[in-house]
């Protein structure tokens, strides 16, 4: 069965770096999100993504975020500057067009800002 | 704001129990209301529910929305240790992609 992957599956960066998130998305899907989860808190809708340009974004995707479709197959997120609040689980998800609107979410990449 | 809340935060039951869990929403434009289970890491798709009154239905699992009261409930029957986990409610509005608004979960915990 087909399924979102994610790279890395754990991150460690200082503050101030800039790190880059990887996902494969299913490979007929052409909705692509962002989500992320703080330890212990609800799981947050970041942006979604789709036809090569940004579809929505939440309040927490500020300038220090982007997203990149680079190829045919990955999508990335980018965070400039990390901060201590960006340590949180990042999950991928995709989803098909045409009014299925499932999302099938990644295994989540845990980034830990020192 | 998009608000889902879920109850109860957190559930002990015996092997071999049923489970109801609840999720009550409020949201602008409504157009689906999703369950995902949630073991170690990713929420794994569980239901998409868009009416009113129609279960889905998924081996011991099933679900039903009610649109008037702006609720679901997520049922598990002959509960196994397996179910362990975290039971998330997310809802999504009409807009031109998705935007999934999540609820708390419930911890569900089987003991054997």
């Known amino acids: 069965e087909p399924e979102v992957t994610q790279t890395p599956s754990h991150q460690v960066t200082q503050m101030g770096q800039e790190v880059i998130l990887r996902c494969v998305p299913i490979s007929n899907h052409l909705y692509f999100y962002w989500y992320r989860q703080i330890l212990g808190q609800k799981v947050e809708f970041l942006v979604s993504?789709?036809?090569?340009?940004?579809?929505?974004k939440s309040e927490i995707f500020d300038d220090q975020f982007s997203v990149e479709r680079p190829d045919g197959s990955n999508f990335t997120l980018k965070i400039r500057s990390t901060k201590l609040e960006d340590s949180a689980m990042y999950f991928c998800?995709?989803?098909?067009?045409?009014?299925?609107?499932?999302?099938?979410f990644g295994p989540g990449t845990r980034l830990t800002v020192t | 704001e998009d608000k889902v809340v879920q109850s109860p935060l957190s559930l002990v039951v015996h092997e071999g129990d049923t489970v109801t869990l609840n999720c009550s929403y409020e949201?602008?434009?409504?157009?689906?209301l999703l369950w995902y289970k949630q073991e170690k890491k990713a929420p794994t798709f569980l239901f998409m529910l868009?009416?009113?009154?129609i279960e889905k239905k998924s081996g011991r699992l099933s679900s039903i929305l009610d649109k008037k009261e702006l609720s679901s409930i997520l049922n598990i029957t002959a509960t196994q240790t397996g179910d362990s986990a975290i039971y998330l409610c997310a809802v999504d509005r009409e807009t031109s992609g998705s935007r999934l608004t999540f609820g708390e979960g419930t911890q569900l915990t089987v003991n054997p």
């Open positions: 993504f789709y036809n090569n340009e940004i579809s929505e």
């Open positions: 868009t009416s009113s009154g």
């Open positions: 949201v602008t434009n409504f157009r689906s």
């Open positions: 998800a995709s989803g098909k067009a045409g009014g299925l609107w499932e999302q099938y």
